[in-house]
């Protein structure tokens, strides 16, 4: 970036007293604090700007397409390291360059945002070494850089012949699980804009969308708040500088490095003046206007109520764009124009029907509800319109069904509400309690007379629309297809298994008995019901299925995997038909599989987990936390596993019995198994973390105590003595043992 420079001449009288101001050699140290720790609030955020800009301005400069040449960034449990492929730098440039102070290549671009020749130094805020690998013109050269007694330092490690092409590679060492976290938290965001960045995380490539406009731009990794992007360097809005509340909206306004916003020398946030309040609230304005002119452009008048409802009076509003929704509310006030409200043809208030449903449809009365299989009588909800809103199905009858219509009905209208008319509806001036007149529907008595017939009028309109989707069974009993139902009935024979009832059912040759697990009302038992099948049409089961022969067994395992599996109970004779057929096997079989060496190791890890968690509620000890925090990131490896394929088991003879399985077989899943040794050992030694007893009151000696008991034990020592009576350490008698083991004195 070019710096504009201004020279004043000043008309002096008299003698020249002129001075220059010099650097007090003693106060070196104190410059170079100035030039790292001292200029940077976020050093890690930092290094990834500094060094990112560096190496995409470098590929610029270079001529070369950055999209086809990205910089390559990896973060690692111990590494950060940032690459490119572009201008390449020589080893006289590296040390008179990028190892001296407030020099820098780019001062003279434009296109360009660096140019304090700051950047490739962040790195010494973090108080270690980076090291340098460099390749211009088939040489290639490694450095080591560091904070020297007063100033930084360098070593030149080796320089040797190279047939890579130009470049640079940048590398930092991480720390700690900390600092790892944090690497990547801040990577993932800082790096949002940039489509010329592929961003690594242990070897996985990091997904970003992202949508750009003249004026705005959005990545699926940005803030939740409007942000904005320098030239597609990620900076946040200080929204009381400018005067305004935060906007809530992940988006970032687009700024060009001619735009007149200047960057501070740490980059870390942008300087801040009247020209860059104008800039940015300008833009605010520009932003705004076109989100809610998208929004209203894609307004309609929508036909009926049913279809406005989730529209109506709602407080939040959102526009769509490829996929990608932004509720645009806060941006409301900054536009030249509203926001369209929702209306409805025909209707002149739509918001009444919205806040008084139940007045909707008040001349038919509720009989009954059936939801998948779940039929109701009782506490029956008054509010058509809302169930119709929640895709129920209206079927008008003439009165309450008995038992035989009820059923038909049930498996005809899976999701409805039953409901019978009450009658027309009559004006009701002297019945206005009366739910079916329209002076209760419409609390006519609350207007004046002339309103009356277009409020009518209206209302008719509205209920009309939902009426014309209503399903008429007033006659089931006479009806065909009631008629035929009940033939299908008397035909099938339907048979409870039992343990001793597998002989039943009249079959050809070629046929099998199988009787498949359900689940029966209200989801409560588990059902298994006869059925005959074609033996040659079994392959084509989508459904992997596990038998029995014993049907306790069977509803176990129905309980544990019958949203996966398919669950039977067949007869041992029976079994010698299917004894082929692929998509069949028995428990045994089952046991062997990937399902169940994955449920079971997921139980096993779900043990360990809970254990960590234990110890990790006594976390406020920095000692504990620093003892177990190591172990973060394989615990949530265990915990991601365990999500996918724990199963909850509520029998535990079950539960046992697959642990005893696999104990004795050896059937685990050692996808993670390496992840769990290692947890498992880390938390073998820390359980006498469990029995140390909190104090009943935190303090700063308290603390100091504590964390001294746990450094005792930590090296096999002997107790500390003499603590405060507060500080009593608890063994019980069965945990004695593991005391012994650890070769402690109980004092």
Not at 178 to 191: G, P, V
Not at 731 to 744: A, N
């Amino acid at each position: 970036m070019i710096i504009n420079k201004q020279t004043n001449e000043v008309l002096k009288t008299g003698e020249d007293t002129s001075k220059k101001a010099t650097i007090n050699q003693d106060k070196i140290a104190k410059l170079q604090y100035i030039l790292t720790k001292g200029l940077y609030q976020d050093p890690i955020g930092s290094v990834i700007n500094e060094w990112s800009a560096n190496a995409i301005d470098s590929v610029v400069q270079s001529g070369k397409n950055p999209i086809e040449n990205p910089v390559i960034i990896n973060i690692t449990d111990d590494k950060f390291t940032v690459q490119d492929f572009g201008l390449g730098i020589s080893k006289d440039d590296f040390i008179n360059v990028c190892m001296n102070y407030l020099t820098s290549t780019k001062e003279s671009d434009n296109q360009s945002i660096g140019h304090f020749g700051l950047g490739m130094k962040s790195f010494l805020a973090l108080d270690r070494s980076a090291t340098f690998i460099i390749r211009k013109d088939g040489i290639e050269c490694k450095f080591i850089s560091y904070m020297g007694d007063e100033f930084m330092e360098y070593d030149l490690i080796y320089e040797k012949t190279t047939e890579e092409q130009n470049g640079f590679i940048c590398e930092l060492k991480i720390n700690n699980w900390a600092e790892y976290n944090e690497f990547k938290s801040k990577a993932i965001k800082r790096l949002a804009y940039y489509d010329t960045v592929l961003l690594y995380i242990n070897e996985y490539l990091q997904e970003n969308n992202i949508l750009r406009s003249d004026d705005w731009q959005y990545s699926q990794n940005a803030f939740s708040k409007l942000h904005l992007c320098l030239k597609d360097v990620y900076y946040e809005i200080n929204f009381e500088q400018l005067g305004i509340s935060q906007i809530n909206i992940p988006i970032a306004l687009r700024f060009g490095l001619e735009d007149g916003l200047t960057p501070t020398p740490s980059r870390e946030s942008l300087i801040m003046n009247q020209t860059s309040k104008v800039l940015i609230l300008d833009k605010i304005k520009k932003v705004a206007n076109w989100f809610i002119d998208k929004y209203n452009s894609e307004w309609k008048e929508y036909e009926t109520l049913k279809d406005a409802w989730n529209f109506i009076n709602k407080s939040d509003f959102y526009v769509n764009i490829n996929d990608t929704r932004f509720k645009i509310n806060s941006l409301q006030q900054y536009a030249d124009n509203e926001i369209k409200t929702v209306k409805i043809k025909n209707v002149e208030n739509t918001e009444w029907y919205f806040y008084n449903p139940n007045r909707l449809l008040s001349n038919y009365s509720v009989v009954g509800e059936n939801n998948h299989d779940l039929w109701s009588n009782k506490n029956l909800t008054k509010n058509i319109v809302e169930k119709i809103i929640n895709k129920y199905k209206v079927i008008v009858v003439n009165s309450i069904p008995e038992r035989r219509v009820k059923n038909y009905l049930k498996e005809k209208y899976n999701l409805a509400l039953f409901v019978k008319h009450l009658g027309e509806r009559k004006l009701g001036k002297d019945d206005q309690k009366n739910v079916t007149t329209y002076f209760y529907a419409l609390d006519l008595d609350k207007i004046t007379q002339p309103e009356w017939k277009n409020k009518i009028k209206e209302l008719n309109y509205v209920e009309n629309q939902f009426k014309k989707d209503f399903i008429y069974e007033l006659d089931v009993e006479n009806s065909q297809g009631f008629k035929d139902w009940l033939e299908k009935r008397k035909k099938e024979r339907v048979y409870k298994v039992s343990d001793s009832n597998y002989k039943v059912l009249d079959k050809k040759e070629d046929e099998v008995t199988i009787a498949f697990g359900r689940n029966s009302y209200a989801g409560k038992k588990i059902t298994f019901e006869k059925e005959t099948f074609k033996v040659s049409k079994l392959n084509q089961n989508p459904y992997l299925t596990i038998y029995f022969e014993d049907k306790d067994r069977a509803t176990q395992y129905y309980e544990l995997i019958g949203k996966k599996y398919k669950i039977a109970l067949i007869g041992k004779r029976e079994q010698l038909k299917i004894k082929n057929i692929h998509n069949f096997m028995t428990e045994q079989e089952f046991q062997k599989s990937k399902t169940f060496k994955r449920i079971v190791t997921s139980i096993m890890f779900d043990e360990l987990i809970e254990t960590y968690r234990s110890i990790y509620s006594r976390s406020s000890l920095d000692i504990i936390q620093n003892l177990i925090n190591p172990l973060e990131k394989d615990i949530e490896i265990l915990q991601d596993y365990t999500s996918k394929n724990r199963k909850f088991i509520r029998d535990n003879q079950l539960l046992d019995s697959m642990i005893a399985i696999a104990k004795e077989y050896n059937l685990y899943d050692y996808q993670f198994m390496d992840v769990y040794n290692r947890c498992k050992e880390s938390l073998d030694k820390y359980k006498f973390l469990n029995y140390i007893q909190k104090p009943d009151r935190w303090n700063e000696e308290s603390v100091k105590e504590i964390n001294s008991i746990i450094t005792q034990f930590l090296y096999h020592q002997k107790m500390y003595r003499g603590l405060h009576q507060e500080l009593e350490f608890v063994v019980k008698e069965q945990e004695k043992e593991i005391v012994e083991e650890l070769q402690l004195e109980i004092v």
